[in-house]
């Protein structure tokens, strides 16, 4: 199992999306499990990202909403960076 890293910028920028979300909490909720228990599950479309963005790695909640992790596996910690629509988080 890895550990999810939740900072405070990302808690803050997350209560602001699910105020405006709320319907996606359980999709959420189902991500962060299967990124814990494996972040190489084809359903959460990991993906390296490119330009200004490049350190991180994106997850996909559904088609339309991603968080952002910085996917550099440290004593198994995994740290969410940003969460949000495709054209928001990129």
């Given at each position: 199992m890895?550990?999810?890293?939740?900072?405070?910028k990302y808690e803050k920028v997350a209560k602001k999306?699910?105020?405006?979300?709320s319907s996606l909490k359980e999709k959420y909720?189902?991500?962060i499990f299967l990124l814990k228990s494996n972040p190489y599950h084809p359903s959460l479309r990991l993906?390296?990202?490119k330009g200004a963005l490049k350190e991180y790695s994106s997850i996909s909640i559904d088609m339309e909403y991603r968080v952002i992790i910085d996917f550099?596996?440290?004593d198994?910690?995994?740290?969410?960076?940003?969460i949000g629509s495709h054209d928001k988080v990129y």
């Open positions: 890895y550990e999810i890293i939740f900072g405070k999306f699910f105020k405006k979300h909720k189902k991500t993906h390296k990202l550099i596996i440290v198994n910690k995994i740290f969410l960076i940003d």
